[in-house]
């Protein structure tokens, strides 16, 4: 599923943009890619330049973003993707967003979103790239109860946890369970790989 985004200046008229996605999230079952001009910043240092940053200017876009359930896709080139050419008093800010949901991040391949250099417009263009060429099938991963069991299973879990990632809440936890998976794949490829045999 895929949402291009043309918003609109002020913020009172973008709250039906927030609405939309809200109410769209609510019948998403499928990846999901919302991308492009938000016309607002994320981050108090999304702007660099005109006025300065409020709380209460990003809150509500933040709000929106967490209520969709929905995460930046990692960006790549550009930090500022909009530049109004004022002369010696130019304004950048990042007002071009990428984002996916949980279910784009567990079924599809890896990408970035790549902000390209400012062009003809006063926009940089946005290219969705892939990371890797080849898609690995695996696989489906599936959790066995006798893995708890093992002295070595919780030890596992507390060190996955415990690791330090960067980004919001969401894709922190999404990271940590990939990281987990792989944790408990080596434990079963090293002390429950017969399992069904013993088993049967």
Not at 30 to 35: A, Q
Not at 97 to 115: R, S
Not at 174 to 186: A, G, M, P, T, Y
Request: charged fraction near 25%.
């Amino acid at each position: 599923m895929v949402t291009i985004v043309y918003a609109y200046n002020t913020k009172e008229e973008r709250r039906g943009l927030r609405y939309y996605l809200e109410a769209t999230k609510q019948g998403i079952n499928e990846p999901w890619i919302i991308m492009g001009d938000f016309n607002s910043i994320l981050n108090m240092d999304d702007r660099v330049g005109g006025n300065q940053v409020t709380v209460n200017e990003v809150v509500e876009f933040q709000q929106c973003v967490d209520a969709c359930g929905i995460v930046k896709l990692p960006p790549k080139g550009s930090k500022y993707t909009w530049c109004d050419r004022h002369g010696s008093s130019m304004v950048f800010s990042k007002i071009d967003w990428v984002f996916v949901n949980d279910k784009w991040l567990y079924q599809m391949l890896d990408f970035v979103a790549v902000h390209l250099p400012e062009g003809i417009g006063d926009h940089c263009s946005v290219k969705i790239e892939q990371i890797e060429n080849e898609r690995h099938v695996s696989k489906p991963f599936k959790y066995c109860n006798a893995w708890e069991n093992h002295p070595d299973f919780l030890p596992r879990v507390e060190a996955i946890w415990q690791e330090q990632i960067e980004g919001c809440i969401m894709l922190q936890v999404v990271k940590k369970l990939k990281l987990l998976k792989q944790s408990l794949k080596e434990l079963n490829r090293q002390h429950f790989r017969n399992i069904l045999t013993e088993v049967a």
